[in-house]
């Protein structure tokens, strides 16, 4: 009998949808079940002994998951119930059954599910409150919005497959996924390949009244307009990669799947095949 750990994320902004019985049924109707619910930020928990890991939540939650488990043979059912899910509209979307993903991004040694990114509004996705989710839903996020319109100077050298870019960055995006913040914007993005995408847009200067309107110009051009393919303009790149090196002048705050990560120095960023089953589940 397999020995089974369901974990609901319940801060997550739809957690109060999540039916164990139903997830009992469909994954786990036979095994030797144990369910721990969390509540705050500080609640850890161990898969040691584990041969299953469901988890009910959003985007940090599977993060946090498949971090647990990356040196495991463990099966992960992943149900998202958070507040934009972005990981698993970019893989399930249109089916009407689950879909294993066997490959993820990795930074460094830590894995993530669909994006990287430092720079202006980035912090949207890890600054909105718990209970502001849940309460507001996607509104959590667009309430953060002007608070976040800042022009970003960080100063970087990245090296991708093909190509060297450096100078002064408003925003560090490396995406696998067709959308964030729920701009379905990365029309190139496909679930079953082992490509990521890059998309680099220059700072605009100061952070001030001048800087921020020229700055709404090539925001708007990516993640309004989009791209369905290699773009390169005098402000923007954007491009597929399999591995990428960034070198930080200065620390930088990332918004890793919805999550805040501290980096600095040197990054490696590359995508592979993961140790873990991870199923993306339907509601």
């Known amino acids: 009998m397999k020995k089974t750990l369901i974990v609901v994320n319940d801060m997550s902004g739809n957690s109060e949808g999540v039916d164990v019985d139903v997830i009992r049924f469909v994954c786990a109707k036979n095994d030797d079940i144990h369910e721990l619910r969390l509540f705050s930020p500080d609640q850890d928990y161990d898969v040691s002994g584990f041969n299953k890991l469901i988890v009910c939540g959003g985007d940090g939650t599977i993060n946090n998951a498949v971090n647990k488990c990356k040196d495991m043979a463990i099966d992960i059912f992943y149900f998202p119930y958070g507040t934009l899910n972005e990981r698993a509209k970019s893989t399930s979307e249109g089916?009407?059954?689950?879909r294993r993903l066997p490959c993820m991004g990795m930074v460094n040694k830590n894995l993530f599910s669909y994006v990287i990114a430092a720079g202006s509004f980035t912090e949207i996705g890890y600054r909105a409150k718990s209970g502001a989710k849940?309460?507001?839903?996607?509104?959590?996020?667009v309430a953060k919005v002007?608070?976040?319109y800042k022009v970003f100077n960080i100063k970087a050298e990245i090296v991708t497959d093909n190509e060297t870019y450096g100078?002064?960055?408003?925003?560090i995006m490396i995406i696998d996924s067709d959308r964030c913040f729920g701009f379905k914007f990365n029309k190139a993005y496909r679930p079953d390949d082992k490509i990521m995408h890059l998309l680099l847009i220059k700072s605009t200067g100061k952070n001030n009244l001048w800087g921020k309107?020229?700055?709404?110009?090539?925001?708007?051009?990516?993640?309004?307009?989009g791209f369905r393919k290699e773009y390169h303009s005098k402000k923007i790149d954007f491009l597929p990669v399999k591995n990428v090196e960034i070198?930080?002048?200065?620390?930088?705050?990332?918004?890793?799947?919805?999550?805040?990560?501290?980096?600095?120095?040197f990054m490696h960023v590359e995508k592979l095949n993961i140790k873990p089953r991870l199923f993306i589940m339907q509601q």
Request: aromatic share 22%; charged share 25%.
């Open 213 to 225: 309107i020229r700055m709404f110009f090539p925001f708007f051009r990516a993640f309004f307009m």
């Open 134 to 141: 849940k309460k507001f839903k996607a509104l959590a996020y």
């Open 167 to 171: 100078g002064n960055y408003s925003l």
């Open 95 to 98: 089916l009407k059954r689950s």
């Open 146 to 148: 002007l608070s976040a």
């Open 247 to 265: 070198n930080l002048e200065e620390k930088q705050l990332f918004c890793v799947d919805g999550e805040q990560r501290e980096y600095g120095g």
